[in-house]
């Protein structure tokens, strides 16, 4: 057949993950870059060229230095702690994306910013899919979140949300939760790939062209990680996440991505029945209280998070095991890294707790996961083991390492500002920790090298 009257092969189509773009000439159930199951979508054919001409602009650029910088600064919310994660407020454009498992507190903190907001003058639409309009108004009723410019909705379509957007102009919008809405010019039920990229992108336009703040709520997986496509957290501005223990009233809100503020800064708020209030001291709720000569299993460590320092105390139970395998049972501290520090104890330290069940855990429901809690976590099960209390009054903070040795950590000038404002008067810190500066007045500052000498020194009376 001559090559000019050759049929041409009809072009096969094309698939593309919606979180990374990965592109495969197959529908396949797993994405092969990113590894995200589900997300894999027909794209059609090969994308045809086309040239694209200049097209009149939406502003004219001007000198970066006669830019209004105006529109970037933040409003305080009212609420300390929130404020302290964003960077100092909400600023009037921002889209901040507020995600945590069912039940954390989110829906109560954000209708108090709001019933805040709306008392301060400003006009702000609450906008609910999730929960009918009398329970959020018995909710707001409950914590005092009650205003005269909070507008309340129940609504889970795109075009009526945008509609009541249009119809109240609002200074502040609350969308709770964004999987909830749906669009019809989008194939797919509420929540999926392609309905909450579609709701957050028209959302976030209308946000940006009327300068509009505007708060989502999202939703978590099973892991901890957001609901949806990755390509939401990148569309919104700030991204915020609730973490805490269902069965402690200690809730911590963190920023992992923020364009207007830092991201190392920690909340720390209080959910009870009439409400969620911030904690600006939260270190007495990791401490046991009420009790009188100490105790031999228990160490007091300064934990950092984010440049907040935060006084937490680690017990420990050691026991004889009846079984052939000794358990090893953590709560609120990584149980990789307990276990690392055991077998250090065992092999360097002379410790032997091999034959024994160990129980190591956190006070007040807080989770620990920095390598400086090693040694309080050492200190902890080194008491349990040979019934020896420490020195009244003694913190104790350093990564162990695998040979035995106490490596340096950040931040030791304002874990030692922390220890002594609360009264303690010991710190075992890492040799090499006061290089930079001096011991606060009224504690006395010990230097270790490693886990043997920290042990030693540990269960020694003051003087």
Not at 433 to 453: H, N, Q
Request: glycine share 12%; proline share 6%; with cysteine.
């Amino acid at each position: 057949m001559p090559a000019s009257t050759a049929r041409k092969p009809a072009p096969r189509p094309a698939y593309r993950c919606a979180e990374c773009g990965w592109v495969t000439s197959k529908w396949v159930g797993r994405c092969g870059e990113c590894q995200a199951w589900g997300s894999v979508e027909e794209a059609g054919g090969a994308p045809v060229g086309r040239a694209t001409t200049a097209g009149p602009v939406s502003s004219a650029a001007l000198p970066i230095a006669d830019v209004d910088a105006q529109a970037a600064h933040a409003r305080p919310t009212g609420v300390a702690e929130l404020d302290r994660v964003l960077g100092g407020g909400l600023v009037p454009v921002a889209v901040v994306l507020v995600a945590g498992e069912p039940g954390i507190g989110k829906s109560t903190l954000l209708l108090d910013v709001c019933g805040r907001a709306a008392r301060e003058g400003r006009r702000v639409l609450y906008l609910t899919g999730e929960e009918s309009a009398a329970q959020v108004r018995l909710r707001a009723d409950r914590i005092g979140a009650l205003a005269a410019d909070l507008w309340l909705a129940a609504e889970t379509d795109l075009g009526a949300v945008l509609g009541h957007v249009d119809q109240v102009r609002p200074d502040l919008v609350v969308v709770d939760s964004v999987q909830t809405v749906g669009s019809a010019q989008v194939d797919g039920a509420p929540g999926g790939v392609s309905q909450v990229r579609e709701v957050a992108a028209a959302l976030i336009g209308v946000a940006k062209a009327r300068g509009i703040a505007t708060l989502l709520v999202g939703h978590v997986t099973k892991d901890g990680s957001i609901a949806g496509p990755r390509v939401l957290e990148h569309l919104v501005d700030v991204v915020v996440q609730f973490e805490g223990d269902r069965h402690s009233r200690l809730r911590l809100v963190r920023a992992s991505k923020n364009r207007y503020g830092p991201t190392d800064e920690v909340g720390c708020f209080d959910l009870s029945d009439a409400g969620i209030v911030g904690l600006a001291d939260p270190s007495g709720l990791f401490l046991s209280t009420g009790r009188g000569e100490p105790v031999p299993g228990t160490c007091v460590t300064v934990t950092l998070e984010g440049r907040r320092p935060l006084v937490t105390e680690v017990q420990s139970l050691v026991a004889p095991s009846a079984l052939p395998t000794p358990r090893r049972a953590t709560s609120g501290l990584d149980s990789s890294r307990v276990a690392m520090v055991t077998a250090v104890m065992d092999r360097r330290a002379g410790i032997k707790v091999g034959q024994a069940d160990v129980y190591v855990s956190t006070v007040g429901g807080v989770k620990v996961a920095e390598p400086a809690a090693d040694l309080a976590v050492a200190l902890a099960i080194a008491g349990a083991t040979t019934d020896r209390p420490l020195v009244p009054r003694t913190v104790a903070f350093g990564e162990v390492g695998l040979a035995g040795e106490i490596r340096p950590v950040g931040g030791v000038p304002r874990r030692l500002s922390e220890a002594a404002r609360l009264g303690f008067t010991t710190a075992i810190v890492p040799v090499g920790a006061l290089e930079s500066g001096r011991a606060p007045s009224g504690l006395r500052v010990l230097e270790v090298a490693d886990l043997a000498a920290a042990a030693r020194v540990a269960t020694l009376r003051a003087v």
